[in-house]
């Protein structure tokens, strides 16, 4: 069936809606043609099951990513704002942090009510301590202590005195100097003294020394007391001082109980260390510093709060897109200080935040290839979701690499729904290869490349490009301008009963037409400049096609586009060079001759051949053996070869190409050149559809337009293909012009009379003599041997 120019492309008729420009049409607010995609999201974003997270899959630019992140932050909108989180100093274990949750906002409150609590408490502690109340009353104790001290001294000086002993105190200790004769003793006068009284002297001594002994013990415990009584009246005082402030802020935060119990521990440790706010802190230089597992604290630091996730700004629900997830940047990180040139110190003030503290309680959407480009961020997010919580480690802890002091933060309850967003190939790589995938991301959104051409779609599309406009500040489209957008669509997918769902592709082709109807100064983007946007991006992209051409043109490649010419075809194949995709002839040659062999694909012979063309072949001597084996056996040789190929062939679309050129070798019966055709074939002589119609036609009127047209030439294709057809203009007009034709076929019988312009039965006619000569001729060439 030859077929008339209204079937070789979608014309599309927007005359069911009013408007002239797009600047009359409501943009569009919702995603087009992806509603199995859509239930399966909504579905998974009401499930509160553990595991329930999505996988978004899909072609690229069908707007998964712009659909995820507007309807999350639509919905997000109605959910309540998650707790802000902050980290404060563990004062019973320095190494771990404590994380403590506070409702939205009131993180950077509590910060600033313990600055204000430190504030207070210093001053008044300042103010108290350099009383003269408390002056008085510390030397009241002072006193008190003097006075208990000098009655022991004097206690001692005067059994000092009964033994004839002076004392003499000094920095290295006491000395007793015995006194003779009513005159103290030298040491240079003691040896000089007689043995007897040197004895009695010594005897004394002894004494004496025990008697000091006794005297300072006592001493040193009066020594003792009045430290702890100093500090008993320091505490007594801190805490009548500082009362009013802890009871303030305690009221403040009475119904979180992990802040009681930090206002306790930071309550104790002030009253504990009253040096560090009476500018009397001392350093402890006893530790090396490489052994100090967090920095060296001034006397605020450790009362400081670390707010690590602040949402006062949020309305609603958190949605975070983590366009860069690694590990760090999805779990957080305890930063380090390089102290003395080559020493790490940390402390938990320098923990930082990640994307999962930053979506907790509410959505967070990743890209599938980026996480998992990252070392150990898939690993990482799979713990979080498997455990519930967020554990903040660095990698150097996990891999051991470095034996730097560290801190171990309390883990943070983690509540997200995580949004991943990727290819089908590497989810069926996960779901195969990952256990823990199939079981955290139960819920598959789908998104197709393509959807149905109806009134609906159609609006949404108008809509679409509406919404494009404003969002762009680019000019209104016309009518017939958006037409031509909307047949564009319907090329992308080769499909006139479908429309592309790949926004991205027509995003750039709004995108183009709108320069060049800038650079023309128009006030609106019209059919011709969106028919320019779509022929310059192709332009830009056709240079291997037109090398192709150009080579066919002068003959280096071999294809014949008139003329007729026994066992030889034109077959159509695609080309994808990455960003752009043609079609291109192929000659196919069969040679026959008398023999056993069958039929040989020579590709295959040479290991260049695919599977499914190899099947190909295989199908095509099924139909020979049914068509000429029911009498009589055959005894053929057929070699059958894509000319010129020297890359590997792949596909099953030239198979009736493939027999059409072996019953023209068959039957001697010659096939015009400047028909092409694609297309596979079943045992039963059916012509299937194939892919790639559109620009394997548009290919081949290339070729014949550079060597010339003549009214003749054409293409075959499957009937089932017609719907597929979405021409470029040019070879619609060429078609309706009768300087080139397409016909859609159903069985090969009738591909084989219009290549040849001979019925069928002819064809088989002269294949079947001439099979029977090579079995006559074998028969006799074997009576001749047994001869």
Not at 105 to 131: A, C, H, P, W, Y
Not at 606 to 635: N, R, W
Not at 640 to 647: A, K, P, R, V
Request: hydrophobic share 35%; glycine share 6%.
């Amino acid at each position: 069936m030859k077929l008339t120019p209204d079937k070789l492309k979608k014309n599309v008729d927007l005359s069911n809606f009013e408007f002239k420009t797009t600047n009359e049409i409501e943009p569009l607010t919702t995603i087009i043609g992806q509603e199995r995609a859509k239930r399966a999201f909504e579905f998974g974003l009401s499930v509160t099951t553990k595991g329930y997270n999505i996988y978004m899959c899909g072609p690229t630019g069908t707007g998964k990513t712009s659909f995820a992140e507007n309807y999350l932050k639509e919905i997000a909108k109605n959910k309540p704002a998650p707790n802000d989180w902050v980290y404060v100093y563990n004062f019973a274990n320095h190494d771990s942090p404590i994380a403590i949750s506070l409702p939205k906002g009131m993180g950077k409150v509590f910060r600033k009510d313990m600055t204000d609590f430190l504030e207070f408490v210093i001053n008044d502690l300042k103010k108290v301590f350099n009383s003269e109340e408390y002056e008085n009353d510390k030397n009241n104790i002072y006193n008190e202590y003097q006075e208990k001290r000098t009655q022991l001294l004097d206690k001692l000086a005067e059994e000092a005195r009964e033994y004839d002993f002076e004392i003499k105190y000094t920095p290295s200790g006491v000395y007793f100097i015995p006194i003779v004769n009513g005159r103290a003793i030298s040491e240079e006068e003691y040896p000089e003294l007689e043995k007897t009284i040197r004895d009695e002297i010594e005897k004394k001594v002894k004494k004496l020394q025990l008697e000091t002994q006794e005297v300072l013990k006592k001493i040193k415990v009066l020594e003792k007391e009045l430290k702890e009584r100093i500090k008993e009246l320091q505490k007594r005082i801190a805490v009548f001082t500082i009362s009013h402030y802890v009871y303030e802020i305690r009221s403040k935060y009475k119904d979180n109980i992990k802040i009681l119990d930090y206002i306790d521990s930071v309550t104790d440790d002030i009253i504990e260390n009253l040096d560090d706010f009476l500018d009397k802190e001392e350093e402890d230089t006893q530790i090396p510093l490489q052994f100090v597992p967090y920095k060296k604290f001034s006397r605020l630091d450790k009362y400081k709060v670390n707010v690590i996730v602040d949402n006062s700004e949020l309305d609603g629900a958190p949605v975070v897109y983590e366009v860069n997830p690694t590990y760090y940047n999805l779990i957080g990180k305890i930063e380090y200080d390089n102290e003395m040139g080559n020493i790490l110190v940390t402390d938990y003030t320098r923990i930082k935040a990640g994307a999962i503290h930053k979506a907790n309680g509410g959505y967070l959407i990743l890209q599938a290839k980026d996480l998992l480009s990252y070392p150990q961020a898939w690993e990482a997010l799979k713990r979080v979701l498997k455990t519930g919580q967020i554990y903040i480690e660095n990698l150097k802890d996990i891999y051991g690499l470095f034996i730097t002091p560290s801190l171990k933060p309390e883990p943070i309850p983690v509540d997200l729904k995580v949004i991943l967003i990727g290819s089908e190939y590497i989810y069926n790589i996960l779901y195969t290869y990952d256990e823990d995938f199939k079981k955290l991301f139960k819920i598959k959104a789908d998104f197709d490349s393509e959807m149905d051409y109806n009134q609906d779609n159609l609006y949404k599309m108008i809509q679409f490009i509406s919404s494009f406009c404003k969002k762009e500040n680019a000019l209104p489209f016309s009518k017939d301008a958006v037409e031509k957008v909307i047949e564009y669509s319907c090329r992308l997918v080769e499909n006139q009963e479908k429309l592309s769902t790949r926004f991205n592709e027509i995003v750039e082709i709004l995108a183009e037409a709108n320069t060049w109807a800038q650079l023309e100064r128009s006030n609106v983007v019209r059919k011709e400049h969106v028919s320019k946007a779509i022929c310059e991006k192709e332009y830009r992209s056709a240079k291997y096609e037109e090398k192709i051409n150009q080579m066919i043109e002068e003959g280096t490649i071999l294809v014949d586009v008139d003329g007729y010419k026994v066992g030889q075809i034109n077959a159509l194949a695609i080309l994808d060079v990455g960003d752009y995709v043609f079609g291109k002839p192929s000659l196919i040659t069969v040679t026959t001759s008398s023999g056993r062999s069958g039929i040989i694909n020579i590709e295959r012979e040479v290991q260049m051949s695919g599977k499914t063309h190899s099947k190909g072949i295989l199908i095509i001597s099924g139909y020979i053996s049914q068509l000429f084996a029911q009498d009589m056996p055959l005894t053929l040789n057929a070699t059958i070869c894509f000319e010129q190929l020297y890359s590997g062939i792949e596909g099953d679309s030239a198979s009736a190409a493939e027999l059409c050129a072996l019953l023209s070798a068959l039957s001697d019966m010659p096939i015009y050149q400047g028909i092409a055709i694609t297309g596979s074939v079943n045992q039963k002589g059916v012509i299937q559809p194939v892919g790639g119609v559109t620009k394997k036609i548009e290919g081949f009127y290339y070729v014949c337009k550079k060597k010339g047209l003549n009214g003749k030439q054409g293409v075959i294709i499957p009937h089932q293909n017609i719907k597929n057809l979405v021409l470029c203009d040019e070879v619609v007009e060429e078609v309706r012009k009768e300087n080139f034709h397409i016909w859609a076929v159903k069985t090969i019988d009738e591909a084989i009379e219009i290549l040849t312009g001979k019925k069928f039965d002819e064809v088989v006619l002269l294949a079947r003599q001439k099979l029977k000569r090579y079995l006559d001729n074998l028969v006799s060439f074997s009576d001749k041997k047994d001869e």
